[in-house]
């Protein structure tokens, strides 16, 4: 008996230093982050996915380093991870939707932007990027609605944009 529940602390103590080490390279790739190091950062997050495989903020904050390196592949390769993780985080789908936009993958764009809006309905931003590519796709009456809908939700330069596209 003594020696299962010797086998237990040290189970539940290693489980904790794993825990910890994955935040310690979390923690380490943020501070990179922050000074600019997206490679270095890149590489702790991956250590502390690693360790902990479902940590969503370690992949989210990798796929703003792979964006800063113009890795949209990349980034979306995570992303997907992350939704696979968590179908209902709205910021995975924005975020893909954006990688997706600048790889020309206008339908696929426009489809993550749809499910952020369904996730997030008053979701200004969302609304002005869906009208963005709607008007890309020509789609100008549908993307002059999203424009102004996200103007009515607070978005300013929805404004801008109708000015000069929605005439």
């Not at 996915?49 to 390196?69: N, Q, T």
């Not at 002059?144 to 996200?150: G, T």
Request: hydrophobic share 35%.
């Amino acid at each position: 008996m003594k020696t299962a529940a010797l086998l237990l602390i040290v189970l539940n103590y290693s489980s904790n230093l794993f825990c910890q080490s994955a935040e310690m390279y979390y923690s380490n790739g943020k501070d990179k982050f922050n000074i600019k190091n997206y490679e270095g950062s890149i590489v702790d997050f991956g250590k502390a996915i690693e360790i902990k495989p479902d940590f969503e903020d370690a992949y989210l904050f990798r796929v703003k380093a792979k964006k800063k390196l113009k890795d949209y592949r990349g980034a979306i390769v995570d992303l997907n991870k992350v939704i696979g993780l968590n179908p209902k985080n709205e910021i995975a789908y924005f975020e893909r939707a954006g990688a997706k936009h600048w790889l020309g993958d206008t339908e696929g764009a426009l489809a993550d932007y749809n499910k952020v809006i369904e996730l997030s309905p008053k979701n200004a931003e969302a609304y002005y990027w869906r009208g963005c590519v709607k008007l890309n796709l020509g789609q100008h009456e549908n993307g002059c609605l999203d424009l102004s809908k996200a103007g009515e939700l607070g978005f300013k330069e929805a404004y801008e944009t109708i000015l000069k596209s929605c005439q």
